[in-house]
Each structure stands twice: as C-alpha cells, then as structure tokens.
Nanobody, 123 residues
Framework: VELVESGGGLVQAGESLRLSCAAS????????MGWVRQAPGEQREFVAV????????NYADSVKGRFTISLDNAKNMAYLQMNTLKPEDTAVYFC?????????????????WGQGTQVTVSA
C-alpha cells in the first residue's frame, strides 16, 4: 500500500495548512491512519491518529485544540487540518496507515508510511 502526502508549505505563524494523505494499492480495509512529524535533528514525534469510521481520535498535547485529523474511508484519504501554526510546528510530516490488503491469497495486515511533506512556519 502506497501513501502520498500533500499540502505542506511555508506559512507564517498563526496561519493554517491542510495536509492530505492518499492511500492506494490493493487496499482491503483501513483500521487507522495517522500523522507523525520530524523536526531537524529530532526524533519522530506522534501528532495524531484516527481509527476507521472516525470512532476514535488522539492527539499529541502539543497540537490539541489546534489540529484536527479526519478520515474519508470511501476515498482512503486522511487529512490533518492545522490551525494557529507555530514555528515549533516546523517539521516533515509523515502519514502512516494500518489495515489489510490483497498482497496475498487472503487479505493480510499492512503498515505503510509516506515519504513526508515539509511544513515550515516562520515567526
């Protein structure tokens, strides 16, 4: 299963961005999709995750109240609406997904990562 992120860019503090993540390639079902980020010289940091059908969402404390994750199961798309961006939100944002695909005779578990999209927030 391939994941492709889009929507990153350069914005000023206080502005908004919406990231998209498209999953494709023999998908049987998606259990969850999420976002992590990695700033220069830092380890990857959990941002948000959502389960299939939007039944459950979790956010890192640093983004609660500012970021909203959503999932369109019909399109196999996840979104991350980022409002009131801060310079410390600057990072490469990676999408991940877990579920089952048609890689074998029967649906099998998969876990995939995207290549990332750069978000830069200037002060």
């Amino acid at each position: 299963v391939e994941l492709v992120e889009s929507g990153g860019g350069l914005v000023q503090a206080g502005e908004s961005l919406r990231l998209s993540c498209a999953a494709s390639g023999g998908i049987f079902s998606i259990d969850s999709m999420g976002w992590v980020r990695q700033a220069p010289g830092e380890q990857r940091e959990f941002v948000a995750v959502i389960t299939s059908g939007g039944r459950s969402m979790n956010y890192a404390d640093s983004v609660k109240g500012r970021f909203t994750i959503s999932l369109d199961n019909a399109k196999n798309m996840a979104y991350l609406q980022m409002n009131t961006l801060k310079p410390e939100d600057t990072a490469v944002y990676f999408c991940n997904a877990q579920g089952r695909d048609y890689s074998g005779t029967y649906p099998a578990d998969f876990a995939s990562w995207g290549q990332g999209t750069q978000v830069t927030v200037s002060a």
